[in-house]
């Protein structure tokens, strides 16, 4: 009876993320791991090695071939029966292996060709990829870095915090963020002009002497903060619509903050129309009588009231007064008055 031929060689490229913990692979790349004849690396100090030694054995490390001897080194290993692992990182380089590896296997007589694979030995979590910012941020801001990047403060980014903002919502306005194209892609790319600034100052906060706090502490807030804020999502709190999830929303809010007015956590220097509707809304959730004077009729639709307040606004300029300044000065008499009213209905 003839013997069967033994089973050709293997060639396995295992692939894994760097912005997964160290030592952290799947079980099936540990498998092949513990199977394999032979394990090699391109570079003595790839983060794996220590974890894949400690489980398996000794790793061969490649640092001085080039893609085309490590090809050669690996085809030598993978005789028949035997499997080889090659610990993928540096992409062009395993790429020009890869390469180098089929120009000779197209060659070879088929007998003596090896099998190949390439097995994810980990993935990328969703949101993963923050990683790699807070990686550059960190290169940026530290010795060797950017010289601008490195002079920046919480004071001097707050402009830039501003026009990105500004400039996402323009996007928004603007463009068409639904549909895949120029406008999808431009909101995408605000979107991360917006993230830079997040991380920018988180980055600037870690290196406070005596209160340093990092992005993990700004994401950790947040998060605890939503879950106190969507009790109906994360606790036993029911509701029916989404009025009733905003009203809930503002009472948590007043009960952690223990404001003693509305006004309160009202930025006073966001745009005055910005101002005046939020501290409006603030009233009109409240229920408070606070005196405005006497209304205009408004017109019947809201392009006439963008007229109308264009009008006002150029009238306003030809006489050398400024509308912002004159309206932001209202909405801070406004405000005051909003507390009176509060310390009147507090009185009884």
Known sequence: MTEAPPPAGRIVFLATSPRVALGLLSWPAWEVLREADVVFAGDADHPHIPYVEQATGAVVALPDHSPAMAAERLLEAATPARTVVWLAEDEEFDEEMAVALGNRLVQAPASSVPDLEVLPGSYDLPGAHLLDLVDVMNRLRSPG????????????????????????????????????????????????????????????????????????????????????????????????????????????????????????????????????????????????????????????????????????????????????????????????????????????
């Open 145 to 348: 870095g950017c010289p601008w990047d490195a002079e920046q403060t919480h004071a001097s980014l707050v402009k830039y915090l501003l026009e990105e903002a500004y400039e996402t919502v323009e996007t928004i306005e603007d463009g068409d963020p639904l549909t895949p194209g120029p406008g999808r892609d431009a909101l995408r790319e605000e979107l991360g002009d917006v993230l830079l600034q997040v991380m920018f100052h988180s980055r600037i906060a870690e290196e406070h002497e005596s209160d340093p706090f990092s992005v993990d502490d700004v994401a950790d807030g947040i998060v605890a903060k939503l879950i106190r804020r969507h009790p109906h999502v994360f606790g036993d709190v029911e509701v029916s619509d989404a009025e009733e999830v905003a009203a809930n929303w503002e009472r948590n809010k007043a009960e952690e903050k223990q404001r003693d007015s509305v006004t309160e956590g009202v930025p006073m220097s966001q745009p005055a129309l910005a101002l005046v509707a939020k501290l409006a809304g603030r009233v009109r959730k409240t229920g408070l009588d606070v005196p405005v004077g006497q209304p205009q009729e408004l017109p019947d639709t809201v392009d006439e009231l963008g007229e109308r307040l264009l009008v006002t606004a150029i009238a306003a300029a030809s006489e050398g007064w400024d509308p912002e300044e004159a309206l932001r000065t209202a909405a801070r008499r406004y405000r005051d008055r909003i507390i009176t009213a509060e310390a009147e209905l507090a009185r009884g």
